[in-house]
């Protein structure tokens, strides 16, 4: 979706550009970028949005998106009625509009799978879920520059480090239409090392998880665009 970002102002002035001033460096400690995670997670904490807003927290920077244009929600409504058939007599169920934390990261997924008895798995403060029980992440790619480098690349990252074991991207906006489905997260080099990546059109099979077997293809991406 197409975002805002507020990132963190940097006040941090390092030992080196101020060594004449040592008595300083415990407040230098202080600005460090710890604190300034913390600053991001208060002020977003305190937001008031707009009806159709949302706030996520990613690498550092507070990105407010807007809800999705017709496509992008056609895709997402597509996949979750066919998840929800799919996972009818298990105890996982497919989520919307919902936080997902991990840490000081906050992200809002346009889908994701995670047990239907979640109250375990609430934050402490009741503002989402931990990462943690996630077991299927999806977005829906957005038009434009920021929202494709936010889902391709910085929530990507975000996903990996956080384990969650299946990410999957539906980009229209890669050649004439992709879905990539990535597994085997490595959180602590945020990546993901295995990628299957298909055209639409071509099915694929979420590889392992409570949605394990579920296939994605033309019924819910619609045709390889521009075919």
Partial sequence: MTAVTHEAPETVETADEHPER????????????HTLDEAL???????????G???E?????????PTGRHSHGQIVNRL???????????????????????????????????????TEHVTEDGLGLDASCVGLAVEVVS???RAAERDRVHKRRAYARAGVPVYVLIDDHDGHGTVTVLT????????????????????????EGAAKGFVIGEAITGPLRGS
């Fill in 184 to 207: 085997s997260p490595s959180p602590e080099e945020a990546v993901y090392a295995a990628e299957t990546r298909v055209p639409y059109g071509t099915e694929v099979a979420i590889p």
């Fill in 53 to 55: 807003f949302h706030a």
């Fill in 80 to 118: 979750r009625r066919a998840l929800e058939k799919f996972l009818d007599d298990g105890d996982h169920v497919a989520y919307q509009d919902m936080n997902v934390v991990h840490g000081m990261t906050v992200c809002v997924p346009d889908l994701f799978v995670a047990p239907e008895d979640d």
């Fill in 143 to 145: 038009p434009g520059h």
């Fill in 41 to 51: 997670w208060q002020a977003w904490k305190s937001m008031e949005l707009p009806e």
């Fill in 22 to 33: 040592p008595e300083d460096s415990g407040h230098s400690e202080a600005l460090s970028g």
């Fill in 57 to 65: 927290i990613v690498e550092g920077s507070i990105e407010v998106s």
